[in-house]
């Protein structure tokens, strides 16, 4: 087994993209509840992570564990202090498939593109494709890389860690989890698409049938 005290976690950019790039590619984009109830397949959703990688490492937020001499990349979050204009940007460039735009949707339908509002300030980051590689799981590096984001953020004037999530096992409790709590969720089931008018995730079964945004205070 590895030993916890092999992991070193690190502030990571641009540098590691191709590991992070890889990591998200295997073990994050064939995990989404969402794409599973939709088939998407990895060929789907591929494409679209490529295209916010980039941008996102770029600001030097994100944090990565790293195993053995040879950093060896085995979990990742990418935090990211929204734009508006990289947004536009990346929407302006993304060709996005007809299941990823569903999916889209539905998470603008419960951000209601308005989260400085239901946050009550602009400083906070959004904690985006958390990874960790299955052979290291269960074994405290998600809860590690959420610590040391919330450091990160804290020395950054960041006040909040947000982060959207279908309801699964890694919600302890439907109101908390490591210090996160639940301030808007939407019943999946229930959930009408703007554009087709129809219920696309009406067969979704508990425990994956909550749409949530959750949320933790940097203290």
Partial sequence: ???????????????????????????????????????CTKEDLIPTYYTLLEPFLSRGNSIGAFYGKDDELCGVTINVKPN???????LNSLHLSEKDATMYRLMASISGNDMTNILETDHYWEMKMITVHPKYRGRGLMTELVKRSTISAKQRGIE????????DQSLKSPEKMDGFEIIKQLDLREYVDSVTGKKEFS????????QVIIVKKVC
């Fill in 203 to 210: 067969g979704m079964k508990p425990p994956y049938h909550l």
């Fill in 1 to 39: 087994m590895t030993l916890l005290n092999d992991i070193t976690y690190k502030v990571i950019d641009c540098g590691k993209f191709c590991s992070v790039r890889a990591l998200i590619e295997e073990h994050y984009t064939q995990d989404i509840a969402l794409g599973k109830y939709l088939k």
């Fill in 160 to 167: 909040k860690l947000v982060m959207f999530q279908t309801y």
């Fill in 84 to 90: 508006r204009t990289d947004k536009m940007k990346y």
